[in-house]
């Protein structure tokens, strides 16, 4: 069973600083691509932002330069450094991680259980 945990969420005033930290455990046979989406009452999910296994990373254009995605293989870890944040950055920020299974080869398409994050002053 894979799994993929969130952390780091939270209420923050405008201008304010997050991360967030995503972890992937279980058995696999790799990751492809890590990838933050976000929710919003009343919205679709969105992409936030995404980095591959080589280390490419993709940007939603309503948070390239405010945002750093990163992540460290040894800690299976996926990070979102969110700064000059506003409020409409307001919404639950879910992990995914496209990855291969073990025995079958798979493509697995898994997501977390989302974080909050409140920009509000």
């Known amino acids: 069973q894979v799994q993929l945990v969130e952390s780091g969420g939270g209420l923050v005033q405008p201008g304010g600083s997050l991360r967030l930290s995503c972890t992937v455990s279980?058995?696999?046979?790799?990751?492809?691509?890590l990838n933050w989406y976000r929710q919003a009452p009343g919205k679709e999910r969105e992409l936030v932002a995404g980095?591959?296994?080589?280390?490419?990373?993709k940007y939603a254009d309503s948070v390239k330069g405010r945002f750093t995605i990163s992540r460290d293989n040894a800690k299976n870890t996926l990070y979102l450094q969110m700064n000059s944040l506003k409020p409409e950055d307001t919404a639950v920020y879910y992990c995914n991680a496209l990855m291969i299974a073990t025995t079958t080869y798979a493509l697995l398409d898994r997501w977390g259980q989302g974080t909050q994050v409140t920009v509000s002053s």
């Open positions: 980095i591959t296994s080589g280390g490419s990373s």
């Open positions: 279980g058995s696999y046979f790799s990751i492809n691509e």
